[in-house]
């Protein structure tokens, strides 16, 4: 608590300082100056911790040229990405080109906006929060369809179609996860959110049936969200052309880059906030420490399972994703939904824990079940290469 | 049951993680400029010039014979005779090169000098790091940087360099025989000569004997 009221007290005596007209803007941007440059910084960090790692899982070291260890990897980056020479083609429309990494760089830092970063440490008190940073989270989907009609390269538009059904089938389990949590707390304010969970890492979401379950669906749809691998069909680089940043080059690259990376930080953000009791220390007594780093410290962990993930599966076939999406986290995420309206009828305790586990997984015993046993899952036997003559 | 391959894979991803941090198995890389593999005993690519003793200019073995010049395919080698000449291992006075050079960008590295070369001079090396700022001239290597101490040569090629040192034994012991057969021919005909010349004294002494008596 002691942080807090140390930051309120600096932003005021700051606030006080300015002229009185402009006491308002002076005020937003104490407030959205951490913010930006917090997760700017966090994005080299990532940077660098996501090649080390992956090059680790992948038995050689990450980069390690530049400054002990490579520490300094992403200051050679970004000399590199910004002296690159800015390629715009010739037919294409370039306010809108120009606009579109920076529309979606704007949209994944305003859904940091609603984030609690302690009690009293967010940058806008909305009643609405979850629902705001939905909502400007979809318009991610138009900046990269801007990006991939402005270009005018049919492999771009393709590309960002393709990102965009892929985002748009995610959004719904995505949403519809969240909703679980909302049903318990009663509220669409994220604040109230951390507030129920506050009672230490038993209180946490993260820790019911409906919760554990809504977590890892929410985590899933997070990274087709943000195009993270293995549902990076929107940028595989070794197979497509890049999809939608094909005609970028230089800055602007980077900067979709760090929209997406930015995005990512959110979603986990949110994660941490809905599920792992958001500023919350796991222990009460742990409080003492101050908030912020204890989201971050969720964040921070989410980050890293999303690496690891990265270092892990290979990327899933358009098809696949699709199927992925409407075949099982949609049934998954609205049996999740039942379950946690008998949670609530319920009131918890032993017997909603039964009931509810039960009911999640025997859905997802069921439902597993029932699309590998569907024919597009069996094994492919290809009519000439396994027939009659090669077999033999 | 969905998931439970993912798991899998996500626990070897783990191990190898944790274990590129100590074992040596799951984090073979070798940092090549700081760290290096130690070469094969096998391993060669361009030829370069073997000298005996420690002054490359009077221990070389290169008699400028040439012949490695004439049967090198892709003709990287240019050799130019010196105009005096020195005593070489046996003793023998023989021109040694002017110059030696080898264009190391045209040499293919196939060994053919090595195979040819009568006086066990050309041999072949295994260094690699020929990095130039300059390609013409700077991968155009005179004499002096391809004379290389017979030590050198035991260092990477041991049993090569043994058989080597064995054949120029054998020359030697060879040259030392016929020198020494060639000596004691000499003697022989030299004694030969002084005995007939003996012989052919020893009538006109009965002569002169003769005539005195």
Same mark, same amino acid.
């Given at each position: 608590m002691w942080f807090e009221e140390l930051l309120i007290a600096i932003k005021a005596s700051l606030v006080l300082k300015a002229p009185e007209g402009l006491r308002p803007l002076v005020s937003a941007a104490l407030s959205t100056m951490p913010i930006l440059s917090a997760f700017g910084g966090l994005f080299a960090v990532v940077t660098l911790l996501e090649r080390k790692m992956l090059g680790r899982i992948q038995n050689r070291y990450g #980069?390690?040229?530049?400054?002990p260890f490579g520490i300094f990897q992403p200051v050679a980056d970004g000399i590199k990405m910004l002296t690159k020479e800015d390629i715009v083609p010739k037919t294409a429309d370039h306010l809108i080109h120009f606009l579109a990494p920076l529309v979606l760089l704007v949209t994944a830092m305003l859904g940091?906006?609603?984030?609690?970063?302690g009690q009293k440490l967010v940058a806008v008190e909305f009643e609405a929060g979850i629902v705001f940073f939905f909502a400007v989270g979809g318009a991610a989907e138009l900046a990269v369809f801007m990006a991939g009609w402005a270009s005018r390269n049919k492999y771009a538009l393709l590309g960002s179609l393709r990102a965009i059904a892929q985002m748009v089938s995610y959004e719904i389990p995505l949403i519809l996860s969240s909703v679980c949590v909302l049903m318990v707390t009663g509220s669409l304010s994220l604040t109230e959110v951390v507030q129920a969970q506050?009672?230490?890492? +038993?209180?946490?979401?993260?820790? +019911?049936p409906w919760g554990f379950l809504g977590c890892i669906l929410f985590l899933i749809s997070t990274l087709a969200e943000v195009n993270r691998s293995p549902f990076d069909i929107p940028e595989a680089e070794s197979e497509l052309i890049a999809g939608h940043m094909t005609e970028y080059s230089g800055f602007k690259y980077a900067v979709f880059f760090l929209a997406e990376f930015v995005a990512m930080f959110a979603m986990c953000a949110l994660t941490a906030t809905l599920?792992?009791?958001?500023?919350?220390?796991?222990? #009460?007594?742990?409080?003492?420490?101050?908030g912020p780093v204890w989201l971050f410290g969720k964040l921070m962990l989410l980050v890293l399972l999303f690496i690891w993930i990265r270092g892990t599966m290979p990327r899933l076939r358009a098809d696949q994703l699709m199927e992925f999406a409407w075949k099982f986290m949609l049934p998954m995420s609205v049996i999740n939904l039942v379950s946690t309206g008998i949670w609530i009828a319920l009131d918890g305790g032993l017997l909603g824990w039964l009931v509810t586990g039960a009911c999640n997984f025997g859905a997802y015993l069921g439902l597993s079940r029932w699309l590998a046993d569907h024919p597009n899952h069996r094994k492919r036997v290809y009519r000439y290469a396994d027939g009659p003559i090669n077999a033999a | 049951m969905i998931g439970k391959g993912i798991l899998k894979g996500m626990m070897e991803t783990a191990k190898n993680l944790a274990g590129s941090f100590h074992d040596p198995e799951r984090l073979t890389t070798v940092e090549y400029p700081e760290q290096k593999i130690p070469a094969k005993e096998n391993a060669r690519n361009f030829p370069f010039l073997v000298y005996d003793g420690d002054d490359c200019e009077t221990g070389l073995?290169?008699?400028?014979?040439q012949i490695c010049e004439k049967e090198c395919p892709p003709q990287c080698i240019y050799i130019e005779k010196d105009t005096v000449k020195k005593p070489d291992f046996l003793g023998k006075m023989q021109f040694q090169p002017k110059t030696f050079d080898i264009d190391v960008s045209v040499c293919m590295g196939c060994q053919i000098c090595v195979e040819v070369c009568p006086f066990e001079s050309i041999r072949m090396d295994r260094?690699?790091?020929?990095?130039?700022?300059?390609?013409f001239e700077g991968l155009l290597l005179h004499k002096d940087q391809l004379a290389k101490p017979n030590k050198y040569y035991h260092s990477i090629h041991p049993t090569e360099a043994r058989e080597t040192d064995d054949i120029r034994e054998g020359k030697r012991q060879d040259h030392l025989a016929k020198e020494k057969a060639k000596a004691e021919k000499l003697a022989k005909a030299k004694e030969e000569a002084a005995a007939k010349a003996k012989e052919a004294q020893a009538p006109t002494d009965v002569d002169s004997s003769e005539k005195a008596s």
């Amino acid at each position: 608590m002691w942080f807090e009221e140390l930051l309120i007290a600096i932003k005021a005596s700051l606030v006080l300082k300015a002229p009185e007209g402009l006491r308002p803007l002076v005020s937003a941007a104490l407030s959205t100056m951490p913010i930006l440059s917090a997760f700017g910084g966090l994005f080299a960090v990532v940077t660098l911790l996501e090649r080390k790692m992956l090059g680790r899982i992948q038995n050689r070291y990450g #980069p390690n040229r530049v400054g002990p260890f490579g520490i300094f990897q992403p200051v050679a980056d970004g000399i590199k990405m910004l002296t690159k020479e800015d390629i715009v083609p010739k037919t294409a429309d370039h306010l809108i080109h120009f606009l579109a990494p920076l529309v979606l760089l704007v949209t994944a830092m305003l859904g940091l906006s609603v984030i609690p970063f302690g009690q009293k440490l967010v940058a806008v008190e909305f009643e609405a929060g979850i629902v705001f940073f939905f909502a400007v989270g979809g318009a991610a989907e138009l900046a990269v369809f801007m990006a991939g009609w402005a270009s005018r390269n049919k492999y771009a538009l393709l590309g960002s179609l393709r990102a965009i059904a892929q985002m748009v089938s995610y959004e719904i389990p995505l949403i519809l996860s969240s909703v679980c949590v909302l049903m318990v707390t009663g509220s669409l304010s994220l604040t109230e959110v951390v507030q129920a969970q506050s009672g230490g890492i +038993t209180s946490w979401f993260l820790f +019911t049936p409906w919760g554990f379950l809504g977590c890892i669906l929410f985590l899933i749809s997070t990274l087709a969200e943000v195009n993270r691998s293995p549902f990076d069909i929107p940028e595989a680089e070794s197979e497509l052309i890049a999809g939608h940043m094909t005609e970028y080059s230089g800055f602007k690259y980077a900067v979709f880059f760090l929209a997406e990376f930015v995005a990512m930080f959110a979603m986990c953000a949110l994660t941490a906030t809905l599920f792992l009791g958001g500023y919350h220390a796991p222990l #009460p007594v742990l409080n003492i420490i101050p908030g912020p780093v204890w989201l971050f410290g969720k964040l921070m962990l989410l980050v890293l399972l999303f690496i690891w993930i990265r270092g892990t599966m290979p990327r899933l076939r358009a098809d696949q994703l699709m199927e992925f999406a409407w075949k099982f986290m949609l049934p998954m995420s609205v049996i999740n939904l039942v379950s946690t309206g008998i949670w609530i009828a319920l009131d918890g305790g032993l017997l909603g824990w039964l009931v509810t586990g039960a009911c999640n997984f025997g859905a997802y015993l069921g439902l597993s079940r029932w699309l590998a046993d569907h024919p597009n899952h069996r094994k492919r036997v290809y009519r000439y290469a396994d027939g009659p003559i090669n077999a033999a | 049951m969905i998931g439970k391959g993912i798991l899998k894979g996500m626990m070897e991803t783990a191990k190898n993680l944790a274990g590129s941090f100590h074992d040596p198995e799951r984090l073979t890389t070798v940092e090549y400029p700081e760290q290096k593999i130690p070469a094969k005993e096998n391993a060669r690519n361009f030829p370069f010039l073997v000298y005996d003793g420690d002054d490359c200019e009077t221990g070389l073995r290169c008699v400028s014979c040439q012949i490695c010049e004439k049967e090198c395919p892709p003709q990287c080698i240019y050799i130019e005779k010196d105009t005096v000449k020195k005593p070489d291992f046996l003793g023998k006075m023989q021109f040694q090169p002017k110059t030696f050079d080898i264009d190391v960008s045209v040499c293919m590295g196939c060994q053919i000098c090595v195979e040819v070369c009568p006086f066990e001079s050309i041999r072949m090396d295994r260094d690699f790091e020929y990095a130039q700022g300059d390609r013409f001239e700077g991968l155009l290597l005179h004499k002096d940087q391809l004379a290389k101490p017979n030590k050198y040569y035991h260092s990477i090629h041991p049993t090569e360099a043994r058989e080597t040192d064995d054949i120029r034994e054998g020359k030697r012991q060879d040259h030392l025989a016929k020198e020494k057969a060639k000596a004691e021919k000499l003697a022989k005909a030299k004694e030969e000569a002084a005995a007939k010349a003996k012989e052919a004294q020893a009538p006109t002494d009965v002569d002169s004997s003769e005539k005195a008596s």
